[in-house]
């Protein structure tokens, strides 16, 4: 499998370089986890780190290098953006007519 020298940013990994390998397209995966076991024998913490464009590509769009940035949030659920899954903006009942 093909990996990739890629830095950290921020984070208890600020200035370190790990290989990471790549996905079927030639990139890293978008979040990288890392599991940091508890001295104390607790469950383990996790440090979350997002996949951003290290340096711009040639074209407008896209990127070559990737670089990884410490999440302190974590990773935020993801759901799918269909249309029926949005919540419903329009007020509940029918509308009052104000020419009466």
Known sequence: MKSEDTPFEGGPMDGRVLPV????TGHPPKTYRIPVPDPHGGPPTVLVYRRVPRTPGTRVGLSHR????Y???GTPSRRPNWPWS???TTPQ???HDTNE
């Not at 390998?21 to 079927?24: Q, R």
């Not at 990737?66 to 940035?69: S, V």
Request: charged share 35%; no cysteine.
């Open 21 to 24: 390998l790549l996905g079927i």
């Open 66 to 69: 990737w670089k990884y940035e």
């Open 71 to 73: 999440a302190p949030e």
């Open 86 to 88: 949005k919540p419903d």
């Open 93 to 95: 009942g029918k509308p």
